[in-house]
């Protein structure tokens, strides 16, 4: 048995194993070859410290990738090893026949995370992705991620996870304010919104906290949907392999609801420990003083990677934030993007287009409609707002009249300007953006034209 697990690793990593010692010759090739030595005195117009340093970095950074894959290496060989060894689960039993030992490993061979086979030799495109995870979790080092896969598989199996979708947790209860997937980042990974403020409500809490059976039926729960969140995941190259979650405590009950805090922090160690990497960012919004006061309390129990995860946005900068990983399409109109729920005007795939207003200056956003006899609807919100608009119709006509659709006082974040109007001659709608302060605003804006429909014959279809 030995000899074939150890045969079978070798199959598998050798040509791995060359192409990446090669990559290792590289480096060294690149470190001694004279040419590339000489080629610095040759560029005279340049700083030759600089290309040095340049030079430094591309060889440090080219180190760095074949330790990574040097490490992937060493974690599937291991990793097939205990599967084929019987010892992935627990160490392995022995006094078991033969035909039992055989039917184990057999069993075990078909072994899966996340949907995703465990086995390397395989040959599914997900494996790697998955083992990466558990390698970046503890900073590549190959044994510490293969007991930390372990651990993983062994709380599964205990906890009964992969049967947790089939369970009816909670469904009497509207959770769907506390967390919610809602549309995708820009690099097509969910949106997970995890929202405190719901507990506001005496009567919501103690209807789901109100018992340690309901606490624990929670904490279920809250596995429950991030194993949900993780079926919309394929762990195949450049598709969605994590999550954004985005943390709003907005009207948070504070720090006197104790089971909230004890539920939420063993949620929070059980996701930590059992779903590494599945969770790219955590950005926290709205975040208050006793929330730092008790993460800093438990920060020597989390780890540094989950650490350098955590995004704490100032209120005034939460916008601006989120746009660095959601498109205003995709974004919320309450967090400053353009999403509504249950929109019938516009869809995620109307793109919207961008313009800047600079410090204590105008611009105007032309819309131009050359059809008559339809109806033209747009919207636009501005980052940071603090600014005036005024909407306006311009015929194209010189001898017709502007008409003044709306002229808007300041607005807060949370607020998405959308306007429609009747377009019976040919012209343009013009948006006016003044921007009285000193710092530049970012205007995100849409539109579409739709048939007109007179009300009698909406009036007659209903």
Known sequence: MEEEIEKGCHEYSEDDEAKAFEEEEMIFSLLNAHEYNNSIHQVDHLDSKNIIREDENFVASLQMKVRKKKALLDFRCMVEDAILGNYILENPKVNLSKKEMNKMIEQLGEITLWGVPLLPSKGHEGTDTVLLKFLKAKDFKVQEAFNMLRKTLKWRKDYKTDAILEEDLLLDLDLDKVLYV?????????????MYGAFKDKEFYKRVLGTEEDREKFLRWRIQFMEKIIKKLTFKAGEAGSVLQITDFKNSPGPEMKELRAVSKKAFFLLQ?????????????????????????????VNHRTKRNFIFVRPSKVTQTLLKYITPENLPIEYGGLKRDNDGEFLPEDSASEVIVKGNSSRSIKIPVSEAGVTIVWEFTVVGWDVTCREEFIPEDEGSYKILLRKSKERKMGECVRNSFYINEPGKIMITIDNATLKKRRVYYR???????????INNIK
């Open 182 to 194: 809602n549309s995708v980042d820009k690099q097509g990974n969910p949106l997970y919104y995890n």
């Open 273 to 301: 420990a059992n779903y590494p990497e599945i969770i790219h960012a955590n950005i926290l919004i709205n975040v208050p003083f006793w929330y730092y006061t008790s993460l800093l309390v438990s920060s020597k129990l």
């Open 447 to 457: 539109s579409k034209t739709k048939p007109f429909v007179p009300n009698y014959i």
